[in-house]
């Protein structure tokens, strides 16, 4: 690939990610796609509430603004053992997993 961006994407851009704030760390939401863990990221804060508030996460979850940096570091750190990302994932994947 020549290292062109998808249009609409910069350096830097924002994500967003499902966390629940603990009191000494963020739990990252993850869910089952073809049998396996994957991190959820969305493009925009608004597919993120939406995903929230369909999803049957239950309660103390948020929406989390993370930078690419932090994205990386949440797939080394305490999602280390996820297969893969969703990018903007719909709640009815979840569903049809469950």
């Known amino acids: ?12 851009s924002t994500y967003w990610l499902i966390a629940k704030d603990q009191s000494d760390q963020v739990e990252v939401l993850t869910i089952e796609c073809d049998g396996e863990q994957a991190l959820p990221v969305f493009s925009f ?11 049957g996460v239950g309660p103390r979850w948020g929406v989390r ?4 940096e932090e994205v ?4 080394y ?7 893969g990302v969703v990018l903007d994932p719909l709640p009815e994947m979840v569903a049809e997993e469950a």
């Open 1 to 12: 690939m020549n290292g062109a961006r998808p249009a609409g994407r910069k350096p830097g």
């Open 45 to 55: 804060e608004e597919e993120a509430e939406f995903f929230l508030g369909f999803g």
């Open 65 to 68: 603004e993370s930078g690419a």
């Open 72 to 75: 990386v570091s949440v797939l």
């Open 77 to 83: 750190g305490p999602c280390a053992g996820v297969r």
